[in-house]
């Protein structure tokens, strides 16, 4: 069973991963794999160097995800750039994993911009973490320490609200307490997991 899981910036996505991790779901973070394939050494960072200057690094020779993030987010041809160098790394490392379930294993694939790259259509279930936009201003404001400016910015280069429950096959609405998601998490893994098996 193969499951993609999205939401948008400060939706709880990250959250409801390590949940379905702990409920037995093998969780491909495409986050953390975008680390590892740019970390020093790697020919994913040597790529997003030679793209973007070696003044992307910071002293210790790792990527400055900052500067980049500054880079990428206010250029959609930058962006387009750097996602050209990552997201074929990460599919690849993402793949490596997956492959490794067994049969009646619910995998999920955490991805941030799930919607973005039009990757719905390749998994049995899309899985959207959903707030109000409002919500996820007011979490990245107080939880980040950014200006309303920044998160707007942030959020208006993702895909909208609408496009992600468009492509959802199940909706994980986040806006309640930590039980009241939990509670949500576990009736959704309980259905792929049924789905899995079957």
Do not use: C
């Amino acid at each position: 069973m193969r499951v993609g899981l999205t939401g948008g910036i400060a939706s709880g996505k990250s959250t409801v991963s390590a949940m379905l991790r702990e409920l037995g779901a093998i969780v491909v973070d495409a986050d953390l794999l975008a680390r590892e394939v740019v970390r020093p050494g790697t020919p994913g960072l040597a790529q997003v160097v030679a793209a973007f200057g070696p003044e992307i690094l910071t002293a210790d020779g790792e990527m400055d995800r900052a500067k980049v993030g500054a880079i990428v987010f206010a250029d959609p041809e930058q962006r387009q750039r750097l996602e050209a160098v990552i997201w074929p790394l990460v599919h690849e490392a993402g793949q490596a994993l997956a492959a490794a379930a067994g049969p009646g294993d619910v995998v999920v694939h955490d991805i941030p911009l799930l919607v973005e790259t039009g990757q719905q259509s390749s998994f049995d279930a899309v899985v959207v973490v959903d707030v109000p936009v409002e919500v996820q201003v007011e979490r990245m404001v107080r939880d980040r320490g950014w200006t309303e400016a920044e998160a707007r910015a942030r959020i208006a280069a993702q895909a909208t609200r609408e496009q992600r429950l468009a492509a959802a096959t199940y909706v994980i609405e986040n806006t309640g307490t930590r039980e009241d998601l939990r509670r949500r998490v576990a009736e959704v893994f309980d259905r792929l997991a049924e789905r899995s098996r079957s």
